[in-house]
């Protein structure tokens, strides 16, 4: 039996998500208990008590259906439960619908935001509620239905590294997906991106669903802005161009010097380089969307 200090110690540690905990509770006394007649060293499930406290919470697995996983995920030769084997084993169940138990209700998710500088609007209210309440991978799911795709491996482990740092709580991150997938229009959610994006949130202590839309309005109110930049074209492709104000002065300097006289010869030769260094840019940026 794990004692009462032990398990508050235990929840310290996933700080970020106290308020999922709160809302969603995982009773792991009652996991011990239902594994303590089984061939599982128990000792081993108390240690894995974050990992498994973060397969909870990115499926809403309730006590009794944990147990019956864990079993599934114990290193015959050792009783020892295995928790890459667990997420595993986790991951497969829910891609061959044979889905976990959950405690939250699915919801629809809408698929476009409007906020205002005020305040948000219902339909934002109602994708907070909703990502207050769902777990990542559900929310995820609900997301990939409505634009037709699926959730691949690949997704579910970008989600559950992410909740596995607990850097941010569960309904940031649904946030986050939802910004990933509807606003920027990817067919996909890209780990580095993610990382990205938690970087800067748990830098600017983004705490709650809310929260995360607000960051979400800033950052797209700070791209909107014009910026002072140069243009140039290749083919089909424009790079745009921001100079740093150092090199904008070194430009300035360098546009006060007189242009040296070239003779025929030499403009021929540089109109020739030119058009080569055209044609091996033209060569490397086929294909590319920027």
């Known amino acids: 039996m794990i004692k009462l200090k032990q398990r508050k110690a235990d929840h310290q540690k996933l700080s970020a998500n106290q308020a999922a905990l709160t809302q969603n509770p995982f009773d ?11 061939f599982v060293d128990i000792s081993s499930v108390k240690s894995a008590y974050e990992a498994i406290i973060a397969e909870h919470l990115l499926y809403s ?3 009794v259906t944990m147990g019956k996983l864990i079993l599934k995920a114990v290193d015959l030769k050792t009783n020892q439960l295995d928790t890459n084997r667990l997420s595993q084993v986790i991951a497969n169940s829910y891609q061959n619908n044979k889905p976990v138990k959950s405690n939250v209700q699915s919801a629809s998710v809408p698929v476009k935001v409007e906020t205002t500088q005020s305040s948000f609007d219902q339909q934002t209210k109602q994708i907070i509620s ?3 309440k769902t777990a990542p991978v559900a929310f995820l799911s609900q997301l990939k239905k409505q634009k037709g795709g699926f959730v691949s491996s690949n997704e579910q482990r970008a989600i559950r590294d992410l909740v596995a740092r607990d850097i941010l709580p569960v309904q940031v991150i649904n946030i986050m997906t939802y910004y990933v997938l509807v606003s920027l229009g990817n067919a996909t959610i890209n780990k580095g991106l993610l990382e990205a994006i938690a970087n800067d949130w748990a830098q600017k202590k983004v705490a709650t669903a809310a929260d995360a839309i607000v960051a979400i309005k800033r950052r797209e109110e700070k791209q909107s ?4 930049s140069n243009r140039r074209t290749n083919g089909r492709h424009t790079v745009k161009e921001t100079l740093p104000d150092w090199a904008k002065r070194k430009n300035k300097s360098a546009a006060a010097k007189p242009k040296s006289s070239l003779t025929p010869e030499q403009e021929k030769a540089l109109n020739d380089k030119l058009k080569n260094l055209k044609k091996e840019e033209v060569g490397e940026l086929g294909g590319k969307c920027i």
Not at 225 to 228: G, I, L
């Open 28 to 38: 792991f006394e009652l996991l011990v208990e239902i594994l303590q007649n089984s």
């Open 225 to 228: 802005q014009p910026a002072k």
């Open 130 to 132: 909703i990502a207050e």
């Open 61 to 63: 697995i309730d006590e």
